[in-house]
């Protein structure tokens, strides 16, 4: 937290009274010079005794003129003892103000008074006085009150002084007697202070308005005020505290010396949560002497109910909660503001759609609760059916104050019964199966509409001829209209069952949404079921139906002889039917009848449909109807080409290929006829096995083993899928065609090589012996397949079959190169079996020193970004790594820069290192004037290689035994394990070298960024660079400095320590370890996660920048508070600063008094001023709030009301915007889906406020 400003100290005096018993007077914290009017100069009086007549005394003190006045008593003015007789007392000294009885006929007054000038105030701190009269007890009378002061009896003077609150900022004071009678008196020595102009309000308005648990309402247009006095300070104050709310006046100090001054910082109201009404309270400004008051009047005006809801008793019909209702008497439940317990709550019947309550509408009442209302008894027997309109609104218990008129709900009367129509009669000639079907069309009325829900089977009944009920099975709903299915008498139909059956409505069964219900009928229609006397048909087949399954009606057969069986021989005038178009068209068979036998021929049937055979009797009646579907199928079912890619290099001892089957014909495949033997797979070894399949929608994973097992060197070559003739078949046994070659696929296997050569470096005069190792024999290579890094090979020869080939390698003449390979397009060459390999194989590489190395100061073997340098390779001794060495020389400002390179004004220096399908660059950017020797292997290696590699390029440049190679040996051990597995390391070694004598510049280092699975890590001898240089690490996951240094940090976490010299190690973003080791080091984390150690030596650590000022006070999460001054606040290089422990800050200092808080409250206070305003709190209103002691809620509340907040939040009328809003604001992000709506959703429905909400996120 950071601590701004400061609390004026206070003072206070203690006068001193020769009245023993005297009320003590505490005079103001900042009084001002007091004034002692003594009547020794510059004053108008009356010097005579029983001179001219003068009712007044004024005297000039420093500016301002003292009014001395009686009703009509003369006064004088004379020195010490003229009336008294006493010119030696010790108190009354000099000239005195007294009155002149000796004047003839003088009437002695009741009292004196005292004014200042005309529109001021003052404090009357003390004065002298004789009393010449024996008063007993002087009264001090103001426009504040009086005082009463005990007088001595005595003719000597005594000195009054009084600290009572009557005797300051008062207009007047009137010296006389308790008793009210005359008084005679001499005064002398009349001190005042703070004499001012006394600030008055402004403006006539006292009155403001509020909303029911809003967040606050801003004061300052109430409060602005005159003070004509210059050079004061002006403070508002609460002088009574609202009784329903809270009043937060902070920073509320203005200078006076105007006539329309308006009260800065923050001067708000609250209301507490769920008052609403009229509540009132007193500020107060004051000048540091006088002080003014105004009464301030607040209208709270109530929260907006939410709409009514039918109360559930009150809702009718199925769904509680649909708002229709045919009952007589309603009642009510809503929402209202939160902790309202007092307001009264109206719900009435818009009857004319104003939205506002009218006498006469129908209506009730009720007392809310916290946050909700319960309203019954309304009377709605007198509302026709339809839509109402019904709204609340509630007021206030004080004031009368009404909310706005809550929206509308509607709800629909409806008390009339819906209606059943039901056919009268409905006939069943000769029903077949085992149910049949009637339908009732429902109607309502009253307007609420049917409850769907009501259909049932128990809507209806159903009796047979003997008055047995039928079961109602089933039902189904098409609009109004519900089609119910019963079942038939015994389970099926049969003649017996013929005759008139009764449909009777079921009581209270179906109903509208209101409840109203269906009246019962137990007689609504009736079904007559008749049937014929014709014999009946059974048996029907197919003479040939082909096919797995001979009663399935699928076949290949078109012509046909259809057979059926009557029950019983025809008998006079009846006749036999059939039809194959499902009983489209019929034709007369009945010469095709013998006995009962049935023998339909000459039959053709194409496609598919439906066969059926009927008798009918001599009255015209059929019988049931015996019928079958069939399908026509002739075409033979197909087999896709099989799906499989060649194999090449197969592994495990069998694959897999698929085949899609389809039939067209439309009786579909046959699934039983799927197995092993619907294919047969031939190879250059004879056939193979097929050893398993699976079926998913006609396509056929088949499984077949490698012969023998494995895949061999005879197994390699073409193989051969066929189709298998008369496997697969369709349900009309139609079979697919055979196919001896339906797909041919390869396996085989790609030829894998080495390449070696036998010398790591040739000499003029030398060569080597390449060797090329395969895993098979191959007989295609030849020179032209390999490509020679300078040098030329002799003819290839192999001696096993082409399994191994050799060739001489001589190497090229005047060349001086350090990295040369021999590559071996592996496209080129093919196995045995005719594969083709993939990629090129590269040999180890090898040295040509045929020429003249290049000398130091003359060109070197490369070019890199315009500067030519020299490039080696050599093999550490220690690792056995080959190790890439390049040496730059300095820069120079004529240099031709490559525009591929990323920094146009500095040399890129490019360091590569590859291995295990990765690669990785390190960069290195000079500036004119610099040069570098960079060192690192080739490969990238993985941490177990990388560690003895770091540790050897940390030992070359650290002594033996000493605190630093032990430092950063083991802080690369850490970092390694630290690594995420699988990331490769590029390490080297930086000596970079920079001339003082150049103005001061940058070198920038970059490394990988770690998003291909390499990281960096670099030794940096930084001995060679000028002070004044700095070093930029981007990308540099490790880094260990030798030598003093100056670093800047870029992206990525950098992992760096320094040896015994002093460093300035600055980091960007990111987590990052950071360790100075033993010298004067500055070290600074930046953003991130940063561990931050100074090692030994005098160290400055910053684990970041603050631009919060040179305090900072910090709460750990352990309680403990501590400050921390920053001599050079923010500052990037060097500074100074302290920590001050909680024990060590003085608490009773000014704007230290938050201290005694807990630090639950500091923690509040915090977070509350961190999400609100993204500021710590600042003095003042961290001691304000502690000191108000008010719950986060209450502060949050306060903030939403503040000027502050209104200056960087836009108003916000929506809850779900104002939520969206806070999230940004406080958690710094958009608020999630769940977060979102479940605040919200307690805004709006009134179970949080939004002061509640802030303070709970």
């Known amino acids: 937290m950071m601590i701004a400003t400061l609390d004026e100290a206070a003072q206070a005096m203690h006068p001193e009274t020769d009245a023993a018993d005297a009320e ?97 105030v003052f404090d009357l701190t003390a004065f002298s006085m004789v009393d010449m009269g024996v008063m007993g007890s002087l009264r001090v009378t103001t426009n504040l009150g009086h005082v009463d002061l005990p007088v001595p009896f005595s003719i000597a003077g005594t000195y009054y002084t009084s600290d009572s609150p009557v005797l300051h900022g008062i207009t007047y004071a009137r010296i006389g ?65 609202p009784a329903h709310g809270s009043l937060f006046l902070l920073g509320a100090t203005a200078a006076s010396g105007g006539t329309d001054i308006a009260p800065p910082g923050t001067l708000t109201y609250v209301p507490a949560v769920g008052f609403a009404g009229v509540d009132s309270f007193t500020v107060q400004v004051s000048d540091g002497a006088a002080t003014a008051t105004r009464t301030i009047t607040v209208a709270v005006t109530p929260e907006q109910p939410g709409a009514p809801d039918l ?72 509302l026709g059916n339809g839509s109402h309109a019904v709204r609340a609104v509630v007021t206030s218990v004080t004031g009368g104050l009404s909310s706005t008129v809550s929206a509308s709900m509607s709800v629909t009367i409806d008390r009339e019964a819906p209606t059943a129509a039901v056919p009268a009669l409905t006939q069943l000639v000769a029903p077949t199966g085992n149910a049949f079907d009637f339908t009732v069309t429902y109607a309502d009325m009253g ?275 066929a189709i298998a003739a008369g496997a697969v078949r369709d349900r009309a046994g139609n079979a697919v065609p055979a196919d001896g070659a339906a797909h041919t696929f390869h396996v085989g296997a790609r030829p894998v090589a080495t390449v070696n050569v036998g010398d790591s470096t040739l000499t003029a005069g030398e060569t080597a012996l390449v060797t090329i190792a395969f895993a098979r024999p191959v007989q295609d290579l030849d020179a032209g397949d390999l490509a020679v890094g300078n040098g030329m090979l002799s003819s290839l020869a192999s001696s096993d079959g082409g399994l191994t080939w050799t060739a001489t390698l001589t190497p090229a003449a005047g060349v001086w190169a350090a990295a040369n390979t021999v590559a071996l397009d592996m496209r080129l060459v093919h196995s045995a079996d005719g594969t083709p390999g993939t990629g090129t194989v590269q040999s180890n590489p090898y040295a040509v020193q045929t020429g003249t190395p290049p000398q130091p100061g003359q060109p070197g073997n490369a070019i890199i970004d315009g500067v030519p340098v020299v490039i080696e390779q050599q093999r550490d001794a220690a690792t ?3 190790v890439n060495i390049i040496t730059v020389p300095t820069i120079t400002g004529d240099r031709a820069d490559d525009p591929g390179t990323p920094n146009p004004a500095l040399a890129d220096i490019v360091l590569e290192a590859s291995g295990g399908g990765q690669a990785a660059t390190l ?79 940058s070198l920038l280092v970059r490394g990988a960024d770690g998003t291909a699975g390499t990281a960096t890590g670099i030794v940096l001898d930084a001995r060679a660079l000028a002070l004044e240089t700095t070093v930029m690490l981007d990308d540099v996951a490790f880094a260990v400095v030798i030598g003093a240094a100056t670093l800047r940090g870029g992206g990525g976490g950098n992992h760096v320590i320094g040896d015994a010299a002093s460093q300035q190690i600055d980091v960007g973003v990111g987590d990052d370890v950071l360790d100075g080791g033993a010298g004067d080091d500055v070290l600074a984390g930046g953003g991130g996660a940063d561990s931050v150690a100074g090692g030994a030596g005098d160290d400055l650590v910053q684990g970041g920048r603050s631009d919060v000022g040179a305090w900072r006070f910090m709460l750990g999460t352990d309680g403990t508070l501590t400050a921390q001054h920053s001599f050079r606040p923010g500052a990037a290089g060097p500074g100074q600063q302290e920590t001050v422990q909680r024990g060590e800050l003085d608490g009773s200092a000014a704007g230290l008094g938050w201290l005694a808080a807990s630090n639950e409250t500091l923690t509040d206070l915090a977070l509350l001023y961190r999400g609100a305003f993204g500021r710590a709190p600042d003095l003042g209103g961290l001691a304000f709030f502690v000191e108000q002691g008010g719950t986060a809620a209450a502060v949050a509340r306060a903030f939403l009301g503040s000027g502050e907040w209104g200056d960087t939040a836009p108003p916000q009328a929506e809850n779900a915007l104002f939520v969206a809003d806070l999230y940004q604001r406080v958690l710094g992000r958009a608020a999630d889906g769940a977060g979102q709506q479940h605040w919200t959703a307690a805004l709006d429905g009134g179970t949080l406020t939004r002061g509640e909400v802030l303070a709970a996120l």
Do not use: C
């Open 447 to 721: 307007g609420a509409g049917l409850d769907a829900a009501t259909f049932g089977t128990g809507n209806v009944a159903v009796r047979d001829t003997l008055g047995n009920a039928l079961a109602v099975t089933g039902f189904a709903v098409d609009g109004n209209a519900v089609t119910y299915t019963v079942q038939a008498p015994g389970g099926s139909w049969d003649g017996s069952d013929a005759g008139a059956y009764t449909i009777a409505l079921n009581a209270n069964s179906v109903r509208d949404v209101a409840g109203n219900a269906v009246a019962a009928n137990a007689a609504a229609g009736t079904v007559d079921v008749t049937y014929a006397s014709a014999p009946t048909v059974s048996g029907l087949a197919l003479a040939a139906d082909s096919g797995a399954d001979a009663g399935d009606f699928v076949t290949n057969v078109a012509g046909q002889a259809i057979h059926a069986t009557l029950n019983r021989p025809l008998a006079v005038g009846e006749t036999v039917w059939g039809s194959v178009d499902n009983g489209a068209h019929w034709s007369d068979i009945t010469a095709l009848v013998s006995g009962t036998a049935i023998g339909w021929t000459g039959v053709t049937l194409s496609g598919s449909g439906t066969v059926a055979i009927k008798a009918r009797d001599a009255g015209g009646q059929d019988s049931f109807v015996a019928s079958h579907a069939y399908v026509i199928d002739v075409a033979a079912p197909a087999a896709a080409t099989p799906v499989r890619a060649d194999l090449i290099d197969p592994v495990g001892a069998a694959f897999t290929f698929t085949v899609k089957y389809a039939d067209t014909g439309g009786a579909g495949l046959d699934p039983a006829t799927f197995g092993t033997d619907d294919v047969i797979v031939t190879g250059p070894a004879g056939a193979l096995a097929v050893t398993g399949h699976a079926v998913a929608n006609g396509t056929v994973t088949y499984t077949v083993g490698a012969q023998g097992g494995a895949w061999d060197a005879p197994e390699l070559g073409d193989y051969t899928i």
């Open 311 to 382: 109360a559930g008793a009150a809702d009718t019909g199925g769904d509680p909660l649909d708002n229709v209702t045919a009952a007589g008497t309603l009642g009510f439940t809503g929402t209202s503001a939160v902790g309202d317990s007092a307001s009264t709550v109206r719900v009435f019947v818009d009857a004319d759609g104003d939205g506002a309550y009218d006498v006469g509408e129908i209506t009730a009442t009720a007392t809310v609760t916290n946050g909700g209302w319960t309203v019954g008894g309304i009377d709605a027997s007198g």
């Open 24 to 120: 003590p007077v505490r005079l103001a914290a900042a009084m001002a010079a007091p004034i002692t009017f003594d009547f020794e100069a510059n004053f108008t009086a009356d010097e005579e005794v029983g001179g001219p007549t003068r009712f007044d005394v004024h005297q000039s003190v420093a500016g301002h003129t003292l009014h001395v006045t009686t009703t009509e008593t003369p006064l004088i003015v004379a020195p010490e003892g003229t009336l008294t007789g006493q010119p030696n007392d010790p108190v009354m000294q000099g000239n005195v103000l007294a009155i002149d009885w000796d004047e003839e006929g003088v009437i002695m007054p009741y009292y004196l008074e005292l004014r200042m000038d005309p529109g001021v």
């Open 177 to 241: 007697n308790s008793a009210g009678t005359v008084v005679a008196i001499q005064l002398d020595d009349i001190v005042v202070a703070n004499v001012t102009a006394p600030p008055v309000f402004v403006g006539a308005i006292t009155s403001i308005a509020s909303i029911q648990n809003g967040s606050g309402v801003n004061l300052a247009g109430l409060l602005h005020v005159s003070d004509a006095s210059g050079g004061e300070t002006l403070t508002w104050s609460q002088a009574v505290a």
């Open 923 to 1001: 960069t290195a950017s000079l500036p004119v004037g610099s040069s570098l020797w960079a060192s690192g292997p080739a490969t990238l290696l993985a941490t177990d290689g990388a560690l003895p590699d770091l540790v050897g390029r940390i030992e070359q440049h650290t002594a033996a035994g000493s605190a630093s190679r032990q430092a950063m040996t083991d802080a690369g051990k850490a970092f390694l394990a630290d690594l995420q597995p699988g990331v490769q390391l590029q390490t080297a070694t930086l000596a970079p070298s920079m001339g003082g004598a150049l103005a001061p510049s």
């Open 880 to 882: 056995g790594l080959t």
